[in-house]
Every structure is written in C-alpha cells, then in structure tokens.
C-alpha cells in the first residue's frame, strides 16, 4: 500500500513538472531560452564533438584563442547526467544534445520535487500537504523563471535533499544520511554555476544552525554539517579543483569590482508573489519592469502564499518558526544591495568571498521556505484529505496557467532562431561562406567582429568558426589584457568586441577576417588595412591584410619584469611583432652560425589539445604560436622536453636552435588526474559509508 501510494504520489510530479515544461520537451519549435543557448549549450557541443572523436574535451581552441574549457565551471562537463547526455549525443546526433539536456535539467527538477516532499513531512506535514508543496516548490518561483540558465536549476535541485539530511541527523550521526548530505552537495557544485551551489551550502549550514537554536537538533549537528560540506567539495574535486586554478588565472578574481554593492533582486519583485504579470513578463514587446524578467517572477500561486501565512499565523510551532527564519534569511540574501544590512555586512567580507556571491540566484532559499510554510499550513487547516489533494490540484493548475510556457523558460525557434551547425541567424548562406573563407587556412584562420551579434563569441564552438575573443566570467586574464588595446574597458570584463581596428594586436591574434554591419563598415572600408571581400545577409565581411602567421619566428626577444611593463611597451608602439617577442622570462637563444635558408614553419597536425609544428631556422630564433599559454602545456623539441615561455602577454613561445626541427606541444592538466582521484576516493568513501549501519541514538520526541 505504502509503495502504491509513493508511485502515485512520484508520479503525479513527474507529470506536473514534465505538463509545466511540456512545450520545450516534446515540441521542436520550443527550447530553453536566451543563456542556454549562448553559454551551456555550445560547451557541451564541443564535450560531445570530442566525445565522438573518442577524446575528452580539455582544450577549446575556437575561443579566446585557446582555451582550457575542462575548468570553466559553467560547461558541467562532470556532471554525470551532463555527461551522459553528451555521450548519447555523441552516439547519435549532435541535433539531440539540447533535447537531453532539457530532459536532464526537468528530471532533476522532478528529483527536487520528490526530496522536498520529503522534507516537507520530516517537518509535520501530512502527504497530501506536502505534495502541494512539492509542486509548488518544483513549478512555481525559481525553477518557472531560471530554464535559461540550467547550471543555476541543477545546483539548486539538490538543495531540498541536503536539507532533508540536514533535518534526519538532527538527532544523531545517520552515517547514510551524511553520505547523502555530501552527495547532494557534490552534485550542487557539479551543476555548474557557482552563485546557486553557494546558496545551497551556506542554506544549509544556516539550517543546521537554526534547528540547533531552536533545540530541534543537537549541537553536533553542526559538526556533521561541516564535514557533509568538507565532503561534498571533495566530491566534487574533480570540478572544484580545476576551476579554483582558472579561477586564479582569470579575470573571475577581479569579479567583485564588477559587482560594486553586490546586486539583488529590486524589491518591486515581491509584486509577482500577487501579480506576476504586473511588469508584462509575459510580453517581452512591452516589458517594463525594473531589472531582467528572470529575476521578477517569484510566484508560488496565490494559495500557496495564502497556506505559508497561515502557517505562520496559526501553526506556532518550532518547525514553523525554522522555516520562518529560513524564508527571512532567504528574502534578505536575495534583495541584497536593496536592503541596509547587506550594504552594512557586504563590503566587509572577504574579496574571495564576494566574488562567489550572487544574490538574484539565490531565491531558491525564499522559495523553498515558503513552499514548505504552505505544505505545513495546508496540514493545519481542519479538512479531509480529499480537500487537501483538491489544493494541491487547484495550485499545480494555477501555477501551470501563469508560468508555463512564458518568456522565462520557453523560447520560439521561429521567433529567435539559434546558431546551428547549418545557420547563423536562420542563414546557411552566411555560416557557410564564413567557414570556406576562414578554412582556407589550416589551422583555419580567427575572425573577429565590430558591431556583430555577440554569438559569434559565445557560439564558437557550434560554428566551428575560430574567434579570438569570447564571452565568459572565466575568461583568462591575460588575453583580455590583449583584448584591451582593441577595446577601452576594465579588467574584469570578459566581452570586448573590435573597437580599435587599426591595432597591431588584432595582427597578432591570427585575425584574418574582421565581421561588421551597419555603419561600422565604413570605418573599415576607408582603412588601408582592410579589404572588403563581400557582403553577406546582414553583414559585411573584410579581410586583414596585415595579419600575421598563427606561428611565425622571431629573432629578438624583449623580457618584461610584469604585466604592466609589457602594456607599456605595446603602448609606446616600442616594439614591432614581427621581429621581436616580449617575454616574462629571459631567453637564452641558442648561439650557431646563420644559414643562407630562409625561415619556415609548417603545421603538420593541429587537433584542439595537441600540435605539431616543423620549424626550420636560418639562425637562432624564437618561435612564437599565437595560442593562449597556461599551466598544463607541454612542449618536446626533436623528442627533448623544452620550456614553453609566457609570450606577448597571452601567448607561448620556444626557443628555437638553427636548422630543421620537428616541436610537438600537448595539453597535460597534471591538476585533472590528482584531482579526479580525490573525487573517486571520495565517492568510494561515501558509498560504503551509506552502507555502514551502526544505529544512532534515539531520537529525541519533541
């Protein structure tokens, strides 16, 4: 009886949550919208492309001119559901990948669901009221509004379970339960999206902490905890680890000078928990709310707001008065800046810290806390059973008529067309004239744009199109400092088109051809530098005559002591590329006679995390490779190891002796293996502790 009625009740979510995102899941002309196009989908595009080839994917050379993309957090390449989908696509079709990944992201959505109906009955609700929790939990407030940035929903997904563990071991060490605690948020962390996954682990510490003051929970817990977060980090080492090293390399260290105050929800959306449509969500033509759409959608029904007061007003009970606590901690976070606490406490945190800090993503805790209030208000209203599903029905109702199938988690294919393998803009005309011009050369020669739809940084990986910029909080410091003398802007920024189309660093990146539109074309067309080769729907295409080779020799280098002194010599025009290099370390060019040859390089294998170059000197020389330089890269000359040295601020380098030389180069990331076995420890760790059963002690009746 008891499995009939779990099976009825996991599948009424089931169905609620699959009803609620119907249109993107069974319909073609239907997807997630705007960031799921343009972030997390043309990363895991390039982890099935290379899947498919049977290598993982480590290295993006499409972007940013190289890339480590195995530690950029958003692609969730370790995410087992991610990675699964990317394997089945890999198998199958490159067209199914978005599919999948809707398919997952919903799943986990349900999963979500189901612990929250769970947690909602550790917390006094009766089945019926803690499944109409659970579904506006799942379909209502923060999972309505944040499809687009599925990262964000995978993270939080696992939050209702690490609470549940969190409630379980209130009372005593359940070894299985604090396996659950750190499995849950391991997967918060492998979700991708480092704002969300922080709301998730310092919520549930906050819970801990509030269940101990109010005595529903001995102090140990605290300690239990803490070792499910220590835990749950090594989990998911395999991620973490990696991307704390980017981090350290990237413009991301710099992210809370970007953040100024902090941010937050502006508190005009607390109107949706009423009115949800009062800025015209639904209508993006005549939207006029304060902020983005996303982050004005906090409604969970007018009943379930109506249950949450209830509860609060007539269930005066210490469960009660936690999840009040919770909801207050929740709306506090989530405004942020809005509010004279945070502008008091923010500023006073650490930097490392504040740049993981994101309030807009962090109503997940407000809604959580409210759909459990409501599941406990329900239970305290004196009516059948019946009356109860009845309200769970009216609310799922309610919650799908509003929500579903709006702005923030459905986009029209035929209203905004996403870059494919086949189009740009809904053209194959354009996508597959820039591919014949750019794959002229091998490897294919880099574009970039002035005045150009930013997908043809964010998309790189889906049009195979190399570029030399791209769109990423975790972009590598050192090439926006390049970036920087194309476009006046901060350091933190990770987007910057053409604007100055004159500088020699545009030569530099390998940047043959330069796409523009509109009246920025004219400024091309008067240059002497740039030639107008034809015009394409809604573009302009030019070709830089003036572009260098992606690997060329020089025969001077100049070292400069730091990265200020190197954009000193690149701003005084104190150095002409094509001769000389600007290194961090001094070079020792091999001495040797001069040959009467002339110098060459050829490439006789690129693929995205290796290549091959055949280099012949007519005197010493130094070889300079226009791909971003990072820890992990390995170089052999004529089978020798040789050092790779940081070149012209972003770039690598080698030092190249007279004569005939075959120079290999590889992406080994020493920090992938050691820090994947501290994941693999850790999972076998867990595993037999959740088999591990030694009875707790007596739980404590309140």
């Known amino acids: 009886m008891r499995s009939t009625r779990s099976i009825l009740i996991y599948g009424s979510l089931l169905a609620d949550v699959v009803a609620f995102f119907h249109k993107p899941l069974f319909s073609t002309q239907y997807t997630f919208p705007w960031d799921f196009h343009g972030v997390q989908l043309p990363l895991i595009t390039f ?9 993982l994917a480590l290295w993006n050379p499409f972007s940013y001119c190289g890339y480590p993309v195995f530690e950029n957090i958003e692609g ?16 199958t079709s490159p067209d199914n990948l978005a599919l999948l990944l809707e398919w997952i992201t919903v799943l986990q959505i349900w ?29 209502g407030g923060y999972f309505a509004s944040q499809a687009e940035h599925i990262g964000a929903i995978m993270a939080v997904a696992w939050m209702p379970l690490a609470w549940l563990a969190i409630v379980k071991l209130r009372f005593g060490l359940y070894r299985g339960w ?8 391991g997967m918060a962390v492998l979700g991708g999206f480092p704002q969300p996954t922080l709301a998730v682990f310092a ?6 902490f509030v269940l101990v003051s109010l005595r529903l929970g001995r102090v140990q817990l605290m300690v239990w905890t803490a070792a499910g977060c220590l835990l749950g980090i090594a989990l998911a080492a395999i991620q973490f680890i990696p991307t704390a090293q980017l981090t350290q390399h990237s413009v991301a260290k710099y992210r809370a000078e970007w953040l100024g105050t902090g941010g937050g929800l502006y508190w005009q959306s607390l109107v949706s928990l009423v009115l949800p449509n009062h800025y015209n969500l639904f209508d993006l033509h005549r939207f006029n709310g304060p902020g983005e759409i996303t982050f004005l959608y906090l409604y969970c029904s007018i009943a379930g707001l109506a249950l949450a007061l209830i509860a609060l007003s007539v269930r005066h009970t210490r469960y009660v008065a936690a999840l009040g606590i919770m909801l207050v901690v929740g709306m506090l976070w989530m405004l942020g800046d809005k509010t004279p606490l945070w502008r008091l406490v923010y500023p006073v945190l650490p930097e490392t810290v504040r740049i993981g800090i994101h309030p807009e993503y962090t109503y997940c805790i407000f809604t959580l806390s409210l759909a459990g209030l409501a599941a406990i208000g329900l239970e305290s209203l004196r009516v059948s059973g019946a009356i109860r599903i009845l309200a769970g029905i009216v609310i799922a109702v309610d919650l799908y008529l509003v929500g579903s199938g709006r702005p923030m988690n459905t986009a029209s294919l035929n209203n905004d067309p996403p870059v494919t393998r086949q189009s740009f803009e809904g053209s194959t005309q354009l996508l597959s004239e820039i591919r014949r011009h750019v794959n002229e050369n091998s490897p294919p020669w880099r574009i970039d744009t002035v005045d150009a739809n930013i997908n043809w940084a964010t998309c790189a990986t889906i049009t195979r199109v190399p570029t030399a910029n791209g769109v990423s909080p975790l972009a590598l410091e050192n090439i926006i400092q390049l970036r920087l003398f194309l476009h006046d802007g901060y350091r933190w920024g990770w987007y910057y088109p053409v604007e100055k189309a004159g500088s020699p660093v545009l030569d530099l990146m390998n940047v043959k051809y330069v796409i523009t539109r509109g009246g920025s074309a004219d400024r091309l067309l008067g240059s002497p530098k740039y030639r107008h080769v034809e015009s394409l729907p809604g573009y302009e295409l030019f070709e830089n005559l003036s572009v260098m080779p992606r690997y060329f020799l020089v025969h001077e280098t100049k070292r400069a002591e730091s990265l ?22 001094t070079v020792p060019l091999l001495s040797g006679a001069s040959s009467n040859g002339a110098d060459e390089v050829r490439v006789t294998e690129y693929l995205p995390d290796s290549l091959e170059l055949s280099v012949v000197s007519s005197s010493p020389a130094f070889l300079v490779l226009s791909e971003s330089y990072y820890p992990g890269w390995v170089a052999w000359l004529d089978g020798t190891p040789t050092p ?29 293996p050691w820090s994947a076995a501290v994941s693999l420890a850790t999972a076998l760790f867990l595993t037999a502790l959740a088999f591990w059963r030694i009875a707790p002690a007596r739980p404590v009746r309140r």
């Open 564 to 585: 200020a002194e190197a954009r000193r010599i690149i701003d005084e025009g104190a150095i002409d590329f094509r001769r000389t290099a600007i290194t961090a370390q």
């Open 644 to 672: 790779i040295y940081e070149t012209d601020i972003a770039f690598r380098g080698v030092a190249m002796p007279i004569g005939s030389h075959v120079l290999r180069m590889q992406f080994h990331p020493g920090i992938l």
């Open 111 to 139: 999963l979500a669901g189901i612990a929250a109906y769970h947690l909602f009955q550790e917390l006094g609700a009766g089945r019926a009221s803690a499944w109409a929790g659970a579904i506006i939990f799942q379909t």
């Open 178 to 185: 604090l396996a659950t605690l750190a499995g849950a948020l």
């Open 76 to 91: 969730c390449f370790f995410h087992p559901l991610v990675f699964l989908s990317a394997l089945i696509s890999s198998h």
């Open 47 to 55: 982890l099935s492309d290379q899947l498919r080839q049977g290598r």
């Open 203 to 208: 919520s549930t510490v906050v819970l801990a």
